[in-house]
């Protein structure tokens, strides 16, 4: 960008951040294990499908978040998508507590196939395998192919919007 569509970007930050606190985004964990063994998990909302068939999803993560480097080093991660019995746990995996720490409370299981933690009775977990990593500004958008799911009968996910945390609310349709 030049200097000046760097000013003007600059200047729709504030209505940007206003206009995302509108868009509610359904919360998720996004797990993955090092060589060691050793754990890494943070929330994240930035989580989209890309296409059914074959099964695709993208993420976007923080390249400073302590997620990003075993995340791209393993080329394989969980996502489970939280229920509103989940929103403790957002503050834990958000930088309330670090690393193996973040995995004291929940039903932390290990997949058998993968290898992968997954948080046992969350809305879903969707087992992923890395497809391609493109960096934009401050994150990585990572697409990834689903290899596995496990989904829970009852549909209740937890939702960010306005800053805060909620259950899904009266149906309109
Ligand atoms: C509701 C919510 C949604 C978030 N969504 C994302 C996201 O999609 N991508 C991301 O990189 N960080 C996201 N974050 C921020 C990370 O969870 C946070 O920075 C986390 O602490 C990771 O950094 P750390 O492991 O280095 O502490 C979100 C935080 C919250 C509270």
Redesign the pocket.
């Known amino acids: 960008m030049t200097d000046m569509t760097d000013t003007l970007a600059s200047a729709l930050v504030p209505d940007f951040r206003k206009a995302m606190r509108r868009l509610a985004a359904t919360?998720t964990l996004i797990t993955t294990v090092d060589p060691t063994g050793r754990r890494h998990g943070?929330?994240?909302?930035?989580?989209n499908s890309v296409t059914m068939d074959p099964p695709t999803l993208l993420?976007?993560?923080?390249r400073?978040?302590?997620?990003h480097a075993p995340l791209i080093e393993r080329g394989r991660f969980c996502i489970s998508v939280l229920m509103p019995a989940h929103h403790e746990l957002?503050g834990h995996?958000?930088?309330q507590k670090?690393g193996e720490d973040r995995f004291a409370f929940g039903d932390w299981r290990v997949d058998d196939t993968s290898g992968l933690p997954y948080l046992h009775g969350a809305q879903c977990n969707l087992f992923c395998r890395l497809a391609s990593v493109t960096a934009v500004g401050t994150?990585s958008v990572i697409i990834a192919a689903v290899e596995a799911v496990q989904v829970q009968d009852d549909v209740m996910p937890l939702i960010?919007a306005n800053g805060g945390l909620h259950a899904i609310g009266d149906t309109v349709s």
Do not use: D, P, Q, R
């Open positions: 919360v943070m929330v994240a909302t930035a989580v993420i976007c993560v923080n400073t978040a302590s997620l957002v995996f958000s930088g670090a994150h960010y």
